[in-house]
């Protein structure tokens, strides 16, 4: 069978749909790997510490325990009450039981949202740059995905009057991060309040506000947008372990939100995976019980190394760049080099330059492009110290031969 007859033959949401550019660029960069090429690797958005051992014994022990059995779709209710705890916690949140759904992965918790609530047709508001599956978890549910542009003069954070303006008589939905993915901002409490104030005229409109990077917060203090009360009926909240726990393979996100949209997501996870595996429901138990400060080495390492690249980023010629306060990327615009060439190869757009990187300076990032920003690039600073000078010295070489 030809290629062409295969994609003749499939769904055709599946053809819509795009694949993560960041998956993809990971999976490049371990082609070329196989090939022998040196490559290092700063697409992926993942904490390269390994996972704490306190919540790795916590896995041993719920293996012992047998925790290998079916359990309830949304969850074992002892980790929905730790995860309760934690919303009071850390962020002044008050959930019951029944409005938290653990999933597996803070990505398929905001599937659930997506595709529980939005219709064919319906608009979702999304601030850009956005991390790239929101767009295409939109598309999925037959949704109309409305980017809201925000530049690196703002710190790629929306207005209040960006928010509204966008709002038509067919918005169901926004969906956001904070700390962001790609850019790392993170929005202040009297900016938040700000898009609260608008949200709370439009009692329709769901805001799905993805707080994965919490813990990773050079800020001093996180804030949610459901911690203002005449929001927080409107406000789905999600987390999980991946980042601040270095959890990425446990496969564990959650969320928090109201009732009705619980059930309605719990009823959708029903059908597709049920519950995530046991034993990692343990081990997130133990690690979110845990006080936040047992992951701040990791937090305050993050920050060095953002300090690093910061510091080198400023010395090459034509890379504009902010001062990104939380998770673990730079967004730099490398707009000053579409026209230029070298090496045979002339720079057009983003995805050229990320493309050039690769071949020219064996650097693996990812293109602004796949996240609404067809100006900038984003390098994961997930990686030692000594890996991420070599990769900037590579990154600077490449750059200053374009002309």
């Not at 929005?187 to 609260?196: I, M, R, S, T, V």
């Not at 203090?221 to 726990?245: C, D, M, R, W, Y």
């Not at 990104?324 to 057009?348: E, L, M, Q, R």
């Amino acid at each position: 069978m030809t290629e062409a007859v295969a994609q003749n033959k499939l769904a055709e949401r599946i053809n819509r749909l795009e694949e993560s550019a960041t998956i993809a660029m990971a999976r490049k960069s371990r082609q070329l790997i196989a090939e022998g090429r040196d490559i290092i690797s700063l697409s992926l958005g993942e904490p390269d510490f390994n996972t704490p051992d306190f919540i790795k014994d916590a896995a041993v022990q719920a293996i012992s325990d047998n925790y290998t059995k079916y359990m309830a779709v949304n969850g074992y209710e002892d980790l929905r009450i730790a995860i309760c705890n934690k919303f009071q916690r850390d962020n002044n949140l008050s959930y019951s039981p029944d409005q938290i759904v653990v999933s597996t992965g803070a990505k398929q918790s905001i599937a659930n949202v997506v595709m529980s609530l939005i219709n064919p047709g319906d608009e979702v508001i999304v601030p850009a740059p956005y991390w790239v599956t929101y767009v295409e978890i939109i598309k999925m549910a037959g949704g109309i995905p409305v980017i809201v542009h925000a530049g690196i003069s703002n710190d790629f954070k929306i207005t209040p009057g960006q928010f509204e303006q966008a709002i038509t008589d067919k918005t169901r939905m926004m969906i956001f991060s904070s700390p962001c993915n790609p850019t790392g901002s993170v929005y202040n409490e009297l900016e938040l309040q700000g898009l609260a104030n608008v949200l709370r005229k439009y009692e329709r409109i769901v805001v799905i506000s993805d707080e994965i990077y919490e813990h990773i917060n050079f800020t001093g203090q996180h804030h949610s947008l459901a911690q203002f009360p005449e929001v927080k009926e409107q406000v789905v909240t999600i987390n999980g372990v991946s980042k601040a726990f270095a959890m990425t393979g446990w496969r564990l996100g959650y969320l928090g939100g109201p009732k009705w949209i619980a059930s309605a997501c719990t009823k959708m996870q029903g059908q597709f995976t049920s519950g995530t595996s046991g034993i990692t429901q343990r081990a997130a138990k133990t690690a979110l019980e845990a006080d936040p400060s047992v992951v701040h080495d990791m937090r305050d390492e993050f920050l060095s190394r953002r300090n690093l690249m910061l510091n080198r980023l400023k010395k090459i010629s034509g890379v504009k760049i902010n001062v990104p306060p939380g998770a673990f990327y730079v967004f730099p615009d490398i707009s000053s080099y579409f026209g230029k060439s070298a090496n045979g190869i002339t720079v057009n757009t983003a995805s050229d330059l990320s493309l050039y990187l690769l071949e020219v300076a064996n650097v693996a990032i990812v293109t602004g492009d796949a996240f609404g920003d067809p100006d900038c690039i984003r390098i994961s600073y997930a990686a030692a110290k000594d890996v991420l000078e070599k990769a900037m010295d590579r990154i600077e070489s490449a750059l200053n031969q374009l002309a």
